[in-house]
């Protein structure tokens, strides 16, 4: 069992940065690691997936915008947010699983949740 905790939300003006973090209790070597948002009145939908090889893939609502990364030795996976959008405005989650499957509709573990809000 692994537990999950985001940071780094916050505020930011359209077009702002933020990265978020999420601290794992235990090694992350053999879990692929995903990020998903949920806005309010909207279904929860992916938005980047790391595997437990490294490799990585973005939603395409995402893609060019958003980079997920992984420090194994820090057990943290982070999320690079540039040219943010008020549409990103979300509960942000973290999830790990041991899968190899891209983007599953499930994951083990979760975490809380950290908000982002993109206003001016």
């Known amino acids: 069992q692994v537990q999950l905790v985001e940071s780094g939300g916050g505020l930011v003006p359209p077009g702002g940065s933020l990265t978020l973090s999420c601290a794992a209790s235990?090694?992350?070597?053999?879990?692929?690691m995903g990020w998903y948002r949920q806005a309010p009145g909207k279904q929860r939908e992916v938005v980047a997936q790391?595997?437990?090889?490294?490799?990585?893939k973005c939603a395409d609502s995402v893609k060019g915008r958003f980079t997920i990364s992984r420090d194994t030795a820090k057990n943290t996976v982070y999320l690079q947010m540039n040219s943010l959008k008020p549409e990103d405005t979300a509960l942000y989650y973290c999830?790990?699983?041991?899968?190899?499957?891209?983007?599953?509709?499930?994951?083990?573990?979760w975490g809380q949740g950290t908000q982002v809000t993109v206003s001016s």
């Open positions: 999830a790990a699983d041991v899968t190899s499957r891209w983007f599953p509709a499930e994951y083990a573990y």
């Open positions: 235990g090694s992350i070597n053999r879990y692929a």
């Open positions: 790391i595997s437990s090889g490294g490799r990585t």
